[in-house]
């Protein structure tokens, strides 16, 4: 059974300053990985989506990297902006049969 | 991207009442589409997995009769929550699989029953 945490589950940084986001999941045999960010009493925004062939994607200021071998992903934010405050979702697709596994989120909030 | 989207979005009710939220693929026709629950602080949890045609598979623990799915076409599936009670309120959100294995997700819809 996939199992996917993340860590930490709580995140609060000064404006500005670069964050890194984990994500670990416990089968590699993946489809894909994808990154969720998700207001406070708001749905799901996607975010970036990693095929398993993939190493990373970027998307503006966000980098996500995949590396399925050791479990894990991480969703690089630079330069964090208050706007970005939200609680971000990783999601694993495994390859075997369609449940998503979600992870528990990390929330983060950016200061100014 | 595919597009997926869920109405209503806020929904509030008495409680006994029955509440109906339909999920719709807009660009893609999607045979299988799967519902999610979110309990406060915690993950989104697979409640079924909605196949158009056919019943609906649902997890262990959800109450079928509770949570009516009906996937009538190829781009629309309903969960229906009947006889709402307050622990029902939740934040529900769908998905859409597009071939052969990628699943593109509803905004969700948050239900609050009084």
């Known amino acids: 059974k996939q199992e996917v945490t993340q860590i930490p589950a709580a995140l609060s940084v000064p404006e500005g300053e670069n964050l890194v986001l984990n994500c670990s999941f416990t089968?590699?045999?993946?489809?894909?990985l994808q990154w969720f960010r998700q207001d406070p009493g708001k749905g799901l925004t996607s975010l970036l989506l990693?095929?398993?062939?993939?190493r990373e994607q970027t998307s503006g200021r966000l980098n996500a990297s995949l590396d399925k071998s050791s479990g894990r992903s991480t969703l690089y934010i630079a330069a964090s902006q208050p706007g970005d405050s939200a609680t971000y979702l990783c999601?694993?697709?495994?390859?075997?049969?369609?449940?998503?596994?979600f992870g528990t989120g990390t929330k983060l909030q950016v200061i100014p | 991207g595919a597009v997926v989207s869920q109405h209503p979005s806020r929904v509030i009710c008495k409680s006994g009442t029955s509440v109906k939220i339909e999920c719709r693929s807009l660009?893609?026709?999607?045979?299988?589409m799967f519902w999610y629950r979110q309990f406060p602080k915690k993950s989104l949890m697979l409640m079924a997995t909605?196949?158009?045609?056919?019943?609906?598979?649902?997890e262990q623990g959800v109450e079928k009769d509770k949570f009516l799915i009906n996937h009538a076409s190829l781009t629309l599936s309903t969960l229906t929550v009947t006889s709402a009670h307050p622990e029902d309120s939740s934040f529900y959100i769908c998905?859409?699989?597009?071939?052969?294995?990628?699943?593109?997700f509803g905004p969700g819809t948050r239900l609050t029953v009084l």
């Open positions: 909605s196949n158009e045609g056919s019943k609906a598979t649902y």
């Open positions: 998905s859409a699989l597009y071939d052969p294995n990628e699943q593109f």
């Open positions: 660009d893609f026709q999607a045979t299988t």
């Open positions: 990693i095929q398993s062939s993939q």
């Open positions: 999601a694993v697709t495994p390859k075997s049969y369609q449940k998503v596994t």
């Open positions: 089968d590699s045999a993946i489809y894909n």
